[in-house]
């Protein structure tokens, strides 16, 4: 079993920052990708950013490319995402992920997901 705990939620204002993290434990996997989806109220959940752990290649959703930031730290087992340039419609719970095998944007080819975490951003 793998366990997914995120934390770095928060309210900011437009334009503001914040950095999510996600440290996975438990079972452990020779490939494997960590992926960010959010869900607004109202709305489906989407993707958001994807990044395989052994290689680093990343992946980003149109609406937030050139804004957010996805990176993982091998050392202490966390991955991030480093949101700037915020902006009200980026409200929404987001939701770290765990896919073994390789890079999709899909969420049912998910395998493990947290409990997610509140973005709040105001205009």
């Known amino acids: 079993q793998v366990q997914l705990v995120e934390s770095g939620g928060g309210l900011v204002q437009a334009g503001g920052s914040l950095r999510l993290s996600c440290a996975p434990s438990g079972r452990t996997f020779s490939s494997y990708v960590m992926g960010w989806f959010r869900q607004a109220p109202g709305k489906e959940r989407e993707f958001v950013a994807a990044?395989?752990?052994?290689?680093?290649?990343?992946y980003y959703a149109n609406s937030v490319k050139g804004r957010f930031t996805i990176s993982r730290d091998n050392a202490k087992n966390t991955v991030y995402l480093q949101m700037d340039s915020l902006k009200p419609e980026d409200t929404a719970v987001y939701y770290c992920?765990?896919?073994?095998?390789?890079?999709?944007?899909?969420?049912?080819?998910?395998?493990?997901w947290g409990q997610g975490t509140q973005v709040t951003v105001s205009s």
């Open positions: 990044i395989t752990w052994s290689g680093g290649n990343t």
């Open positions: 992920s765990l896919r073994i095998g390789v890079p999709t944007l899909r969420e049912t080819e998910y395998n493990y």
